[in-house]
T-cell receptor, first 112, second 112 residues
Framework: GENVEQHPSTLSVQEGDSAVIKCTYS??????FPWYKQELGKRPQLIID?????GEKKDQRIAVTLNKTAKHFSLHITETQPEDSAVYFCAASNRVGNQFYFGTGTSLTVIP | NAGVTQTPKFRILKIGQSMTLQCTQD?????MYWYRQDPGMGLKLIYYSVGAGITDKGEVPNGYNVSRSTTEDFPLRLELAAPSQTSVYFC???????????FGPGTRLTVL
C-alpha cells in the first residue's frame, strides 16, 4: 500500500516568516494530495489540495507544490500568523474508494 | 446541514467491553470512512464504504466491524475492547466523484 512520510514533525517560526512542510509518497498511482489543518481537540479541516496534473496551486498565503517524478509535495505558508499554529497533515489518494493515506503530522508553532 | 455527526464525544470502556460508535451524515454522500488517530500520529483508515450495503477494510481493521444499511449511517463496532484501541475516532464522508473528505468532530475513546 501507500506510504506517506512527513517532515518535520515540529516546526517553530517567528510571526511573519514562512513555513515549509514536506511529504513524500511511495505509490506512483497516487494522484490527489490534500493538506489538512487540525487545531487542538478539533477535526481535520481541508486547507488546500493538488491533483497530479498540476505542479503548483496557491490560495492566498498558502501554496502547495508537487513533484511527481520525485514523489514529493510540499506545503508553503507565507507571512505566518499566530492563528496558523496547529498540526498539519498531508495525505495521498489514488481514488480507489477514495482511500487516503496520511502523514504523521507537523506541529507548527508561530511565535508572536 | 449538520454535516457529519458522531456520538458519543467521549467514552471510557473496560477491557473486554463492546460498544458502537455512531456516525451520520446528511449530505447524501456515498463514500464514508472510519479513521483512528493515535496521539501524535496521523489518521489510519479502519474501514470504508462506497455505498449502502458495501464495506471494505482499510489499513487497521482488526478488532472492528462496520455495517452500512443506509446512505446516512455508518456505525463502527468494537468487540472485546483492548487498551490498544484507545484513540480518537473520526468518521468522514465524501460525494462520488469528489476528493474532498468531510470529517466529523471525533469520538475520544479510552479503554482501561
Amino acid at each position: 500500500g501507500e506510504n506517506v512520510e512527513q517532515h518535520p514533525s515540529t516546526l517553530s517560526v517567528q510571526e511573519g516568516d514562512s513555513a515549509v512542510i514536506k511529504c513524500t509518497y511511495s505509490d506512483s498511482a497516487s494522484n490527489y494530495f490534500p493538506w489538512y489543518k487540525q487545531e487542538l481537540g478539533k477535526r481535520p479541516q481541508l486547507i488546500i489540495d493538488i491533483r497530479s496534473n498540476v505542479g503548483e496551486k496557491k490560495d492566498q498565503r498558502i501554496a502547495v507544490t508537487l513533484n511527481k517524478t520525485a514523489k514529493h509535495f510540499s506545503l508553503h505558508i507565507t507571512e505566518t500568523q499566530p492563528e496558523d499554529s496547529a498540526v498539519y497533515f498531508c495525505a495521498a489518494s489514488n481514488r480507489v474508494g477514495n482511500q487516503f493515506y496520511f502523514g504523521t503530522g507537523t506541529s507548527l508553532t508561530v511565535i508572536p | 446541514n449538520a454535516g457529519v455527526t458522531q456520538t458519543p464525544k467521549f467514552r471510557i470502556l473496560k477491557i473486554g467491553q463492546s460498544m458502537t460508535l455512531q456516525c451520520t451524515q446528511d449530505m447524501n454522500h456515498n463514500y464514508m470512512y472510519w479513521y483512528r488517530q493515535d496521539p501524535g500520529m496521523g489518521l489510519k483508515l479502519i474501514y470504508y464504504s462506497v455505498g449502502a450495503g458495501i464495506t471494505d477494510k482499510g489499513e487497521v481493521p482488526n478488532g472492528y466491524n462496520v455495517s452500512r444499511s443506509t446512505t446516512e449511517d455508518f456505525p463502527l463496532r468494537l468487540e472485546l475492547a483492548a487498551p490498544s484501541q484507545t484513540s480518537v475516532y473520526f468518521c468522514a464522508s465524501s460525494p462520488v466523484g469528489a476528493d474532498t473528505q468531510y470529517f466529523g468532530p471525533g469520538t475520544r475513546l479510552t479503554v482501561l
